[in-house]
Nanobody, 122 residues
């Protein structure tokens, strides 16, 4: 079992920045690809970004490309999502997830955190 805990969410004005963190309870963190997803009220959970176990490969949703950066520190069992130039439409609960491969789909991710709220005011 891998427990994931997100932090770093909050309220920010449009154009601002936030950095989300997701800490894992297991030293096997480095074996997993990691993803960030988000879910706004009344909408389905959607892919944001993902990174390979080694950190040398990443994938982004078109809506966040250039503005968001995913990274990981395996020695700290932590994955990050740096979010710049935030927009009101980025408002959602953000979830991190661990899986066996980098994917834009929810299915391949086996472990999920409980989420952290990000609210962007206009």
């Amino acid at each position: 079992q891998v427990q994931l805990v997100e932090s770093g969410g909050g309220l920010v004005q449009a154009g601002g920045s936030l950095r989300l963190s997701c800490a894992s309870s297991r030293s096997t963190f480095g074996n997993y690809a990691m993803g960030w997803f988000r879910q706004a009220p009344g909408k389905e959970r959607e892919f944001v970004a993902a990174i390979s176990w080694s950190g040398d490969s990443a994938s982004y949703a078109d809506s966040v490309k250039v503005r968001f950066t995913i990274s990981r520190a395996n020695a700290k069992n932590t994955v990050y999502l740096q979010m710049n130039s935030l927009k009101p439409e980025d408002t959602a609960v953000y979830y991190c997830a661990a899986g066996v491969l980098v994917s834009r789909e929810v299915g391949p991710y086996r472990y999920w955190g409980q989420g952290t709220q990000v609210t962007v005011s206009s």
